[in-house]
């Protein structure tokens, strides 16, 4: 069963900056995609952001630019660098893995929360 650790996550002021960092253990097949999600209270899940293993990313566009989305493949790890952060990034972010053989996975979820 794969299992995903998220960290980092806290309560910052407008334009501070966060790092999270995801780590995924206990997969028998090869970590495929990963991503961070977040869900704001009364919004739907989201993407924030997504990285291939080959290093393709691909981003929201209200993040373009503030946030940069790499992975250790070594260490099955995925980061989430946030900058500029806003008030409307608050959110419960949570990460996601996909393996061919056992499809997509969640983490618990970690708090981010930015006051103006």
């Known amino acids: 069963q794969v299992q995903l650790v998220e960290s980092g996550g806290g309560l910052v002021q407008a334009g501070e900056s966060l790092r999270l960092s995801c780590a995924a253990s206990?997969?028998?097949?090869?970590?495929?995609?990963m991503g961070w999600y977040r869900q704001a209270p009364g919004k739907q899940r989201e993407l924030v952001a997504s990285?291939?293993?080959?290093?393709?990313?691909n981003y929201t566009d209200s993040v373009k630019g503030r946030f940069t989305i790499f992975r250790d493949n070594a260490k099955n790890t995925v980061y989430l660098r946030m900058n500029s952060l806003k008030p409307e990034d608050t959110a419960v972010y949570y990460c996601?893995?996909?393996?061919?053989?056992?499809?997509?996975?969640w983490g618990q979820g970690t708090q981010v929360t930015v006051s103006s």
């Open positions: 996601n893995a996909a393996t061919w053989a056992t499809g997509t996975h």
């Open positions: 990285i291939s293993r080959g290093g393709i990313t």
């Open positions: 206990g997969s028998r097949f090869r970590i495929d995609a």
